[in-house]
């Protein structure tokens, strides 16, 4: 079966410090994977996703960045945060397109605080 | 622009319907999506209906599409105290996207 993995699960980090979010899935081969960010009081934001290796969408202009080295694992990184990128990480991950049904498989989330 | 819009906050006695409304801007969508979640989890898919039906029933849940007015709404029957969680509306867009909704935050009381 298909489990997706999220690490770290909460993290508290001063303003202008890295962030390194990663996520890596397990038991499917080629998934699309996706960033999403869950801000207090507010929706669920799409922040990229990728169809293959080094193949990533950006879809809101911001201060983080993604990377997918390996076809199952996708990593979400800044290099200075700024208070406003705290919030409710959360790593997905869907059958690539032509099986595509929308249906999303989310891991647990990692809630980022900047301070 | 892509755009899902849904009410923020539902509260509901224990044993009554819960109705969750939610509108989207994106007439092509194939697909139409709610999902769950529980406190402090990721998302989970509670049901989807296809652009091409009207109406969807999977046991004490019901999803009703308006296509011509854009609107989508899950009714909860006999809504229990485990129901309580955020309910998120989800439209797809091209073949691998999902936008979804701020969430609505459905609160069951005795």
Request: proline share 4%; charged share 15%.
């Amino acid at each position: 079966s298909q489990t997706i993995h999220q690490w770290p699960a909460t993290l508290v980090q001063p303003v202008g410090s890295p962030l390194s979010l990663e996520c890596t899935v397990e038991g499917t081969s080629n998934p699309n994977l996706y960033w999403y960010r869950q801000a207090a009081g507010r929706g669920l934001q799409l922040l990229f996703y990728s169809i293959g290796i080094d193949q990533i969408s950006s879809e809101v202009p911001q201060n983080l960045s993604a990377s997918r080295p390996q076809d199952r694992q996708f990593i979400l990184s800044s290099k200075k945060l700024l208070l406003s990128d705290s919030g409710f990480y959360l790593c997905a991950w869907s059958v690539r397109a032509g099986g595509f049904t929308g249906e999303l498989f989310f891991g647990e989330g990692s809630r980022l605080t900047v301070l | 622009g892509e755009d899902v819009e849904q009410s923020l906050f539902l509260s509901v006695r224990e044993g009554d319907s819960s109705v969750i409304n939610c509108t989207y801007t994106d007439s092509s969508s194939t697909y139409l999506y709610w999902y769950k979640q529980e406190p402090g989890a990721g998302l989970q898919l509670l049901t989807y209906i296809f652009s091409n039906m009207d109406m969807k029933q999977d046991q004490r849940l019901t999803v009703l599409l308006n296509k011509k007015d854009k609107h989508l709404s899950l009714r909860i029957a006999d809504t229990q105290t485990g129901d309580s969680a955020i309910y998120f509306c989800a439209e797809s867009i091209g073949y691998n996207k999902l936008i979804f909704g701020a969430g609505t935050r459905l609160a069951v009381h005795p």
